[in-house]
């Protein structure tokens, strides 16, 4: 059941980024249009939820949760914003590079000892983002680049859901991702709202639609499996991305592409530690589940 889940989460994230280069390459609208729309409906529904269930709005304690959900939302918009200028298939392989840097800024601010190994796996994700991008002194993708910026917030909004987590609600946490999300993202999209006709709406609500699935089946996924596993599961969400790029976007999928998704995966095994999982398998020993579900940073 789990993998199932972890799958269609993978399934649904790699939808959301295809709809919003839709929206990119067939309206006049930004591709940012749609994190709006997704955390303002969020931020809608959860403010109803947590009104009936009599949840209170006020966090316990309010810095983390506030930092945790300025840098998620930021991954999401950069994230988002990256599909106007490169494809869906660089933009989640990029952004997917993220659990290099929870470690490698973990030591900062959890105190978690740094582990000299995760300086590698930085080096291979570097040479498989080189390879991806093939950047050249003549021309870098814009796009790239902003991708790569979503994965270090990405990777920092997970060490601030760790410090969020010690004291406030999953609810709660999400409540103020949604709506800090909606007064930052708003302002990026307010001269798109003239483009919003009903053709083009149902493809930025399709796209609001899968992210939110993707991050339900996420949160339902991880109570089935343990970390190192749904991390390598989310991780399909590079080939699924590949695929629906080549087949509906005529975007290239070719050797170059195929060895920067190999050495990105290799350094995300690395990163989840699941080599290890695997080796204790093997040897009889079962696999240390994780202590909790965590949301992705993927909003």
Same mark, same amino acid.
């Given at each position: 059941?789990?993998?199932?889940?972890?799958?269609?989460?993978?399934?649904?994230?790699?939808?959301?980024?295809?709809?919003?280069? /839709?929206?990119?390459n067939?309206?006049?609208?930004?591709?940012?249009? *749609?994190?709006?729309?997704?955390?303002?409906?969020? =931020?809608?529904?959860?403010?109803?939820?947590?009104r !009936?269930?009599?949840?209170?709005?006020?966090?316990?304690?309010?810095g983390?949760?506030? @930092? %945790?959900? !300025?840098?998620?939302?930021?991954?999401?918009? /950069?994230?988002?914003?990256?599909?106007?200028?490169?494809?869906i298939?660089?933009?989640?392989?990029?952004h997917?590079?993220?659990?290099?840097? +929870?470690?490698?800024?973990?030591?900062?601010? *959890?105190?978690?000892?740094? %582990?000299?190994?995760?300086?590698?796996?930085?080096?291979?994700?570097?040479?498989?983002?080189?390879?991806?991008?093939? #950047?050249?002194l003549?021309?870098?993708?814009?796009?790239? /680049?902003?991708?790569?910026?979503?994965a270090? $917030?990405?990777?920092?909004?997970?060490?601030?859901?760790?410090?969020?987590?010690?004291?406030?609600?999953?609810?709660? @946490?999400?409540?103020?991702? =949604?709506?800090?999300?909606?007064?930052?993202?708003?302002?990026?999209?307010?001269?798109d709202?003239?483009?919003?006709?009903?053709?083009?709406?149902?493809? +930025?609500?399709?796209?609001?639609?899968?992210?939110?699935?993707?991050?339900?089946?996420? *949160?339902?996924?991880?109570?089935?499996?343990?970390?190192? *596993?749904?991390?390598?599961?989310?991780?399909? %969400?590079?080939? =699924?991305?590949a @695929?629906?790029?080549y087949?509906?976007?005529?975007? #290239?999928?070719?050797? %170059?592409?195929? !060895?920067?998704?190999?050495?990105?995966?290799?350094?995300?095994?690395?990163?989840?530690?699941?080599?290890?999982?695997?080796?204790?398998? $093997?040897?009889?020993?079962? #696999?240390?589940?994780?202590?909790?579900?965590?949301?992705?940073?993927?909003?």
């Amino acid at each position: 059941m789990g993998v199932f889940l972890m799958l269609l989460s993978s399934l649904f994230f790699t939808l959301s980024t295809f709809f919003g280069k /839709l929206v990119a390459n067939t309206t006049e609208m930004d591709a940012i249009i *749609t994190s709006f729309v997704r955390y303002f409906l969020g =931020m809608l529904g959860l403010a109803v939820y947590m009104r !009936l269930k009599g949840i209170s709005f006020r966090p316990v304690k309010a810095g983390p949760v506030i @930092i %945790r959900s !300025l840098l998620n939302a930021s991954a999401l918009i /950069l994230l988002t914003g990256s599909l106007n200028f490169t494809t869906i298939t660089n933009a989640n392989m990029i952004h997917l590079t993220y659990p290099v840097f +929870v470690f490698l800024f973990a030591r900062f601010i *959890t105190g978690e000892k740094l %582990r000299p190994i995760a300086f590698f796996y930085l080096f291979l994700i570097l040479v498989g983002t080189y390879v991806v991008s093939e #950047p050249n002194l003549d021309h870098i993708n814009v796009g790239d /680049l902003i991708s790569f910026a979503s994965a270090i $917030f990405a990777g920092l909004a997970i060490l601030y859901l760790t410090e969020a987590r010690r004291t406030d609600s999953t609810i709660t @946490i999400l409540f103020y991702l =949604m709506f800090i999300g909606t007064l930052i993202s708003f302002p990026l999209i307010v001269k798109d709202l003239k483009y919003i006709a009903f053709d083009s709406s149902g493809i +930025v609500l399709l796209a609001a639609g899968a992210g939110f699935l993707g991050q339900l089946f996420t *949160t339902e996924g991880f109570k089935y499996v343990d970390s190192p *596993t749904g991390s390598i599961l989310s991780s399909s %969400r590079m080939i =699924m991305a590949a @695929i629906l790029g080549y087949l509906f976007l005529s975007e #290239p999928l070719n050797l %170059r592409i195929i !060895l920067g998704i190999t050495l990105i995966l290799a350094a995300l095994v690395g990163v989840s530690g699941y080599g290890g999982v695997l080796r204790e398998k $093997f040897m009889g020993k079962e #696999p240390e589940k994780a202590a909790r579900a965590e949301e992705t940073p993927n909003g």
